[in-house]
Nanobody
Framework: QVQLVESGGGLVQPGGSLRLSCAAS????????MSWYRQAPGKEREWAAQ???????NYADSVRGRFTISRDNAKNTVYLQMNNLKPEDTAVYYC???????????WGQGTQVTVSS
């Protein structure tokens, strides 16, 4: 069982920046593809960004060019740098780990991001 703990959420004004972190309890962190999802009030959870175990990144159209996903395997941590935030980015942000060998998936508890003036 992999434990994931997100942090870094908060209240920010439009145009501002935040960096989310997701720390994993798994020492073999490089065996996992890591993703960020988000869920806005009244909406379904949606995928935002992914970084593979090899470091390849992919982004949803809604965040491409503003968000950057990265990972530090030595710290068992994945990050989401969010710039030029918009009110529509307001959501609970979740981290997901997927072990590429077995397909097993694990989720964090989420961190709230609110973009408002």
């Amino acid at each position: 069982q992999v434990q994931l703990v997100e942090s870094g959420g908060g209240l920010v004004q439009p145009g501002g920046s935040l960096r989310l972190s997701c720390a994993a309890s798994e020492s073999r962190f490089n065996n996992y593809h890591m993703s960020w999802y988000r869920q806005a009030p009244g909406k379904e959870r949606e995928w935002a960004a992914q970084i593979t175990s090899g470091g390849t990144t992919n982004y949803a159209d809604s965040v491409r060019g503003r968000f950057t996903i990265s990972r530090d395997n030595a710290k068992n941590t994945v990050y989401l740098q969010m710039n030029n935030l918009k009110p529509e980015d307001t959501a609970v942000y979740y981290c997901k780990a997927r072990r590429f060998i077995t397909g097993a998936e694990y989720w964090g508890q989420g961190t709230q991001v609110t973009v408002s003036s």
